[in-house]
């Protein structure tokens, strides 16, 4: 790392490691996109791998953030940015790893059916993404034949459903439909069903009421929460 010809001691080096990070982290507060792209660029130019951008700077704030938003000193717009910005510098390093990283998993997300608000989907999605997880987005109004049809085509290991009304989050087709599908096709050891979205979080318990197997606070928690669920997935 450092600029070409240029080596660098471990002390010199753990301070641009230092640097690239806080700049990072401060784009995101600010919700710059742009900037969070040229720190990336910057590091790339000096010499830095795809990958360990990726591993050490993008993952870890997000961590951070999650820490930040646990505390109530996040907005929305922060949430949604840094998810966005975060599945943007996945999108453009992978190409350029030196060898291709296995994916975490595989999971499909959607809305359920009557359920046009797509925000926290796309905001869960980034993140998904900035954790390795491969993402199959269906989109919104989905049914629930359809999530399950489309997880075991694409090899899923996990269904995750989002909410932004109570009637959908409880609705017959949604989550609840899709439990039912999965007990009378014996797949309830190959899928687990992730929730997320306002109603779960006004009733912490209601996603055990529509059958799911967790849910999400926000989008950077359900992250870990999916590769926890993608964990404990009997193998096809």
Not at 71 to 93: K, P, S, Y
Not at 188 to 204: C, S, T
Not at 222 to 229: F, R, T
């Amino acid at each position: 790392m450092g600029r070409p010809g240029h080596c660098l001691s471990h002390q010199e080096d753990g301070a641009v490691w230092k640097d690239v990070c806080c700049r990072y982290n401060n784009a995101i507060i600010d919700t710059n996109r742009e900037q969070a792209l040229e720190v990336v660029h910057t590091a790339l130019a000096g010499g830095m791998k795809a990958e360990e951008i990726v591993f050490q700077v993008v993952i870890p704030s997000i961590d951070t953030f999650l820490n930040r938003a646990a505390a109530g000193d996040a907005t929305l717009a922060q949430h949604f940015l840094t998810a966005q910005i975060a599945r943007d510098v996945v999108d453009e390093l992978l190409p350029l790893f030196e060898q291709a990283p296995e994916p975490a998993g595989i999971v499909v997300i959607g809305t359920p059916p009557g359920d046009f608000h797509g925000l926290g989907k796309r905001i869960v999605t980034g993140c998904l993404k900035a954790k390795m997880i491969e993402v199959h987005d269906l989109g919104l109004n989905i049914p629930a034949p359809k999530f399950v049809d489309a997880a075991l085509e694409h090899g899923a290991g996990v269904i995750a459903i989002s909410s932004m009304m109570i009637h959908t989050a409880r609705g017959e087709n949604g989550c609840l439909g899709v439990r039912r599908i999965l007990k009378e096709r014996g797949l309830e050891d190959r899928l687990k069903i992730v929730v997320g979205g306002a109603p779960f979080g006004f009733d912490e318990r209601l996603y055990l009421t529509v059958g799911a197997d967790a849910w999400g606070e926000n989008g950077l928690a359900a992250a870990d929460i999916v590769l926890g669920l993608l964990k404990e997935v009997s193998p096809v």
